[in-house]
């Protein structure tokens, strides 16, 4: 059984910077992604960003880019997003996810799976980010 548990998260003011951690256990597939979600008070649940472990790709929703990275550390069995200069507006519920196997091709991208949700079958129980002064 997979597990993933976040943490990281909190309050900060905007402008500041939070790194969000997921250590994922269980997980046998050789080839998958690791994403990052959030879901903010009556909003639907979006992806933030998102990594695939094959060919270390990463893709990011246009609202964060050049602002947070996603990375991962194998040997910690951890996924990271850094998230620099935050706004008031990244305020949310982050969850970790994994994907479905998958191995990236010209006909199933990192991108195409970003945005189904369908494509993500495991999940954390999520960390509470809030930017405010």
């Known amino acids: 059984q997979v597990q993933l548990v976040e943490s990281g998260g909190g309050l900060v003011q905007p402008g500041g910077s939070l790194r969000l951690s997921c250590e994922v256990s269980g997980l046998e597939y050789t080839h998958y992604a690791m994403g990052w979600f959030r879901q903010a008070p009556g909003k639907e649940r979006e992806g933030v960003a998102c990594?695939?472990?094959?060919?270390?790709?990463?893709a990011y929703v246009d609202s964060v880019k050049g602002r947070f990275t996603i990375s991962r550390d194998p040997t910690k069995h951890t996924t990271y997003l850094q998230m620099n200069d935050l706004k008031p507006e990244d305020t949310a519920v982050y969850f970790c996810?994994?994907?479905?196997?998958?191995?990236?091709?010209?006909?199933?991208?990192?991108?195409?799976?970003?945005?189904?949700?369908?494509?993500?079958?495991?999940w954390g129980q999520g960390t509470q980010v809030t930017v405010s002064s």
């Open positions: 996810a994994g994907s479905v196997p998958f191995f990236p091709t010209e006909s199933r991208t990192l991108e195409d799976i970003f945005s189904r949700q369908s494509e993500w079958e495991s």
């Open positions: 990594y695939s472990n094959s060919d270390r790709r990463t």
